[in-house]
T-cell receptor
Framework: AQSVTQLDSHVSVSEGTPVLLRCNYS??????LFWYVQHPNKGLQLLLK??????LVKGINGFEAEFKKSETSFHLTKPSAHMSDAAEYFC??????????????FGGGTRVLVKP | DVKVTQSSRYLVKRTGEKVFLECVQD?????MFWYRQDPGLGLRLIYF???????EKGDIPEGYSVSREKKERFSLILESASTNQTSMYLC??????????FGDGTRLSIL
C-alpha cells in the first residue's frame, strides 16, 4: 500500500522569494515519486521524477526536489518564485512495476499563490 | 512530446443520458487511465487499461464503463448519467514503468 501527504493545502509567496512545498509518502516498495503541476482548467504536467537514481532531482521551470528516504519526504523547492508558478501542485507516488499497472497515488494538492 | 487529446473541453448532458468521453494518445503507450477530479477529493482513478481490450477497475468504477478497441483510444462511458457525476475528467497514458502524461481534461456537467 502507498500513500502521500502534502502538508500544506495552500502556500502564499511573494514573487522572487523561495518556494517550498512539502510532501511525505509511505510505500511498501521502493517508490517512484513525481511532482505534477496543474494550471487552471488544464491537465497535469510532469515537473520532475525520482526513480532511484540521484536523490536531488532537477525538473522544469527551475524546480527541484530532494528524496530523503530516512524522512520519507520528497519536498519541492524553487529559489525564486515567478507569477507563472501560481498553480496547484501534486506530489505523487507510484509503484512502476508492470504488475502494478503503473497506478499513481496522489497527494491532496497544494495551491500556490504568488503575490507581486 | 507526448500528446493526449480529450475530445471535449466542456460538455453538458442531462440526467439519464449515455455519455461518451473520448481520449486519444499519439505515442503508442500501453497504459491508459481515466480519473475524475473533484474539489477536496483530489484525483481518483476510475478505470485503467494496460492493453487493447484489457481493462481494470480503479478506485471508483461504479456508474462507469470503458472501451479500448484500439491502442491509441480509450473511451469512458457513463451508462446513465447522474448529477453526482458532474466533475472534471482527466485521461492519461504511459509506457510501462514511465510517468503518466495527461490530457487537458473534460469538464462535464450533468443537469
Amino acid at each position: 500500500a502507498q500513500s502521500v501527504t502534502q502538508l500544506d493545502s495552500h502556500v502564499s509567496v511573494s514573487e522572487g522569494t523561495p518556494v517550498l512545498l512539502r510532501c511525505n509518502y509511505s510505500s511498501s516498495y521502493s517508490p517512484s515519486l513525481f511532482w505534477y503541476v496543474q494550471h487552471p482548467n488544464k491537465g497535469l504536467q510532469l515537473l520532475l521524477k525520482y526513480t532511484s537514481a540521484a536523490t536531488l532531482v532537477k525538473g522544469i521551470n527551475g524546480f527541484e526536489a530532494e528524496f530523503k528516504k530516512s524522512e520519507t519526504s520528497f519536498h519541492l523547492t524553487k529559489p525564486s518564485a515567478h507569477m507563472s508558478d501560481a498553480a496547484e501542485y501534486f506530489c505523487v507516488v507510484s509503484d512502476l512495476r508492470k504488475a502494478a499497472g503503473n497506478k499513481l497515488t496522489f497527494g491532496g494538492g497544494t495551491r500556490v499563490l504568488v503575490k507581486p | 512530446d507526448v500528446k493526449v487529446t480529450q475530445s471535449s473541453r466542456y460538455l453538458v448532458k442531462r440526467t439519464g443520458e449515455k455519455v461518451f468521453l473520448e481520449c486519444v494518445q499519439d505515442m503508442d503507450h500501453e497504459n491508459m487511465f481515466w480519473y475524475r477530479q473533484d474539489p477536496g477529493l483530489g484525483l481518483r482513478l476510475i478505470y485503467f487499461s494496460y492493453d487493447v481490450k484489457m481493462k481494470e477497475k480503479g478506485d471508483i468504477p461504479e456508474g462507469y464503463s470503458v472501451s479500448r478497441e484500439k491502442k491509441e483510444r480509450f473511451s469512458l462511458i457513463l451508462e446513465s448519467a447522474s448529477t453526482n457525476q458532474t466533475s472534471m475528467y482527466l485521461c492519461a497514458s504511459s509506457e510501462a514503468g514511465q510517468p503518466q502524461h495527461f490530457g487537458d481534461g473534460t469538464r462535464l456537467s450533468i443537469l
